[in-house]
């Protein structure tokens, strides 16, 4: 484990906390601009019932100004003229002259039936005459069938309202009755009172209508007067006014209400002319882009707060490699230097003081102390190699060399390392005669004797009778070019092999196998990819070690 489990922990709540307290931010945000988005939708909707119950009104105003407007009289199918002279300018009397009502023969948009109920429960309208009126009627201004569709409307509406009771409830008792049909109230003008339009449903589920009656007084009696509207055209031209606005609304009944009371539409959506209340429904919400500045902001915070995390970690995680790694190098120098320097101290006290007095045994002493001098020498160019890989300024140039030629001219330095281990060097270098790279001589000569002496340590050291030779053989695949390094010793365990390319990493010991500093294969790898190439360790069953180098050809 590189880091402490104090240091894991520490970082782990610090960066638990960072995002607890950005995750809290960002639902407190979304929840705000959720809201934000709510309160502008539903001011949205506010605005387009407002608009669509404005246009209604406006629809259902000269529909209902007309019929309240519209003069008592024309409730008949005829009705008698004031004020009518012959030629000779002499005055008829009231009732010699009867005029056609306008509603006998045209009936207004939206209107199915007018019709007046007198104070004993009789129902007539304009456009059922009776009597000889009727001959009349249909004569000039009225179809039969049109006057037996109005007949039969005229008895489905008898049949939902109780007249007389009805007369009843809207005037209060009677004082007296009247003849419809001849007009005769038209003969005094004082004492006539018309009421205020009033619309209400009658009947109930499907043979509900939607009726817009009013009150009239005479000095002689009190009678109801109205208009049956055609409630399902009516609706479908009143939520054309809604279109583009509330797509899902419709209309339904609502209690009764006074025409012009100026009644606002109120909490339900009630229209001031009809009791008809609007059900919105559910406006199409404008559609948001996914990308809004509040979530923007918060994608830029987290990413901003997860990549500080990550790279807070990754400073974390280096500066403990690199603690490591000092570690290991103080011990991986500590180490390969105590047993020279312990050997140079004992040796050269031996031979200052005399105590060795054989030539010959005094001679070992001299060797040996050759051979741990450079061991100290090859520890120390190791160290100061690694130290120098990030300086590029202070690197030869590379430049373009035969690769057969150059390794011809390594051999002799690579059989020499190899004999002093008693191991033998074969060469196969035939494929290689006309290829070249791009190298720096001395780098490529010392990646060479390093996996070299490797394979004289590791395969010359396990057994006496174990194949001693090394084969250093070069290949061409391609526009790249392959130098491998192998031998006949016991081969790298392959869980180690992502290992021993690491500073300081030693990688599995074998009985009578020396370990190193560590350093040779990460320092050989580093400088084979300095020169564009790369080194890795295969496994082939006619070997034990192979480590290839490739390098590309120029």
């Not at 419809?180 to 589920?205: C, K, L």
Request: proline share 5%; aromatic share 6%; glycine share 8%.
């Amino acid at each position: 484990m590189r880091l402490g489990v104090r240091n894991q922990l520490i970082f782990g709540v610090f960066a638990a906390v960072v995002v607890c307290t950005l995750a809290f931010i960002s639902a407190l945000m979304l929840s705000l601009e959720s809201n934000e988005a709510e309160s502008r939708q539903d001011a949205q909707l506010q605005e387009a019932v407002r608009v669509t119950m404005a246009r209604m009104e406006s629809r259902l105003s000269p529909i209902l100004s007309t019929e309240t407007a519209r003069p008592y009289f024309h409730y008949a199918a005829f009705y008698a003229a004031d004020e009518v002279y012959t030629r000779m300018l002499r005055p008829l009397d009231v009732g010699d002259i009867l005029v056609p009502s306008p509603l006998l023969s045209n009936t207004p948009e939206f209107c199915r039936l007018h019709f007046q109920i007198g104070a004993d429960g009789s129902f007539t309208s304009p456009r059922v005459p009776s009597g000889n009126l009727l001959d009349v009627a249909e004569m000039s201004y009225i179809s039969g069938a049109d006057v037996q569709k109005a007949e039969k409307e005229l008895e489905a509406l008898s049949g939902s309202i109780a007249g007389a009771q009805f007369v009843i409830t809207m005037c209060g008792e009677p004082d007296g009755t009247i003849n419809p049909t001849t007009g005769s109230w038209r003969t005094a003008e004082t004492g006539i009172e018309v009421g205020t339009m009033t619309a209400q449903w009658i009947g109930e589920d499907e043979s509900t209508m939607l009726v817009v009656v009013r009150t009239v007084s005479t000095p002689s009696s009190k009678f109801v007067q109205g208009v049956w509207l055609d409630w399902d055209l009516l609706r479908s031209e009143l939520l054309k006014e809604a279109s583009g606005l509330l797509t899902a609304a419709r209309l339904e009944q609502s209690s009764l209400t006074t025409l012009n009371s100026n009644i606002s539409g109120g909490p339900n959506h009630a229209l001031s002319s009809l009791p008809v209340m609007l059900v919105p429904g559910a406006i199409t919400p404008a559609r948001n882009s996914v990308l809004t500045p509040t979530r923007a902001m918060l994608g830029v915070a987290w990413i901003t707060v997860l990549v500080s995390i990550v790279a807070v970690g990754f400073v974390v995680r280096t500066l403990a490699d690199l603690g490591e790694r000092r570690g290991r190098f103080v011990s991986a120098v500590t180490h390969e230097l105590r047993t020279p320097l312990t050997t140079f101290r004992l040796y050269s006290h031996m031979l200052a003081d005399g105590t060795v007095k054989d030539d010959v045994q005094r001679q070992e002493l001299v060797e040996t102390l050759s051979t741990e001098s450079d061991r100290l020498q090859r520890v120390v160019e190791n160290v100061l190699s690694y130290a120098r890989l990030a300086d590029v300024a202070g690197k030869p140039p590379k430049q373009r060399v035969n690769t057969h030629a150059l390794l011809t001219d390594i051999l002799p330095v690579l059989e020499r390392c190899a004999a002093e281990q008693d191991m033998q060097l074969e060469c196969e270098l035939e494929d290689m005669k006309d290829t070249h790279i791009y190298t720096e001589p001395q780098s490529l000569e010392r990646v060479l004797v390093n996996l070299v002496d490797n394979a004289c340590r590791h395969a010359g050291g396990v057994s006496a009778t174990t194949d001693r030779r090394i084969h250093i053989i070069g290949d061409r695949f391609g526009a790249s070019l392959h130098i491998k390094v192998a031998d006949h010793g016991p081969g790298v365990n392959p869980a180690q092999v992502s290992k021993i390319f690491q500073p300081f990493a030693s990688g599995c010991h074998h009985k009578g196998i020396t370990s190193g500093l560590g350093l040779g294969l990460a320092l050989a790898r580093e400088v084979v990819r300095e020169h564009g190439g790369e080194l890795r360790c295969q496994q082939q069953d006619a070997y034990g070690a192979v480590f290839v180098i490739t390098l590309p050809i120029v």
